[in-house]
C-alpha cells in the first residue's frame, strides 16, 4: 500500500526556518513527480512546489520563490521542502503528494496528484 508520511512542521517565529519531509513507502517514487501543497483555515488547498522524478524540472508559487526550495532523495524515497524566511501568510497545514504517472511533468493542480499525505502543520507567529 502506498504511503505518504510529512513530517517537521511546527511553530515558528516570523524568519525562522523549518524543514519539512516527506517519506513514501509502498513503491518507489524515483520516477514520478512529487508536490507540496498547503491549507490554511477557511481556504482551499493550494500549490506550494513541485518536482519531477529526476529532480530537474522543479516549480514554485510566487509567493515562495527565493525563500522555499523544493529537493528530493530517490534513493532514500523521501521528499523535501526547506522554507526561509517564514511569513505569517506561511501558516497552515502541508500536505505532499505523488502522481503516479511515471515521468510525468510536474503538476500545479490538486487533481494531478493520486497519492497524500496525512499534513503537517506549519504556524508561523508575527
Known amino acids: 500500500q502506498v504511503q505518504l508520511v510529512e513530517s517537521g512542521g511546527g511553530l515558528v517565529q516570523a524568519g525562522g526556518s523549518l524543514r519539512l519531509s516527506c517519506a513514501a513507502s509502498g513503491r518507489t517514487f524515483s520516477r514520478n513527480a512529487m508536490g507540496w501543497f498547503r491549507q490554511a483555515p477557511g481556504k482551499e488547498r493550494e500549490f506550494v512546489a513541485a518536482?519531477?522524478?529526476?529532480?530537474?524540472?522543479?516549480y514554485y508559487v510566487d509567493s515562495v520563490k527565493g525563500r522555499f526550495t523544493i529537493s528530493r532523495d530517490n534513493a532514500k524515497n523521501t521528499m523535501y521542502l526547506q522554507m526561509n524566511s517564514l511569513k505569517s501568510e506561511d501558516t497552515a497545514v502541508y500536505y505532499c503528494?505523488?502522481?503516479?504517472?511515471?515521468?510525468?511533468?510536474?503538476?500545479?493542480?490538486?487533481?494531478?496528484?493520486?497519492?497524500w499525505g496525512q499534513g503537517t502543520q506549519v504556524t508561523v507567529s508575527s
Open positions: 503528494a505523488a502522481d503516479l504517472r511515471d515521468h510525468g511533468v510536474p503538476g500545479r493542480t490538486v487533481r494531478t496528484y493520486d497519492n
Open positions: 518536482i519531477s522524478g529526476n529532480g530537474v524540472v522543479i
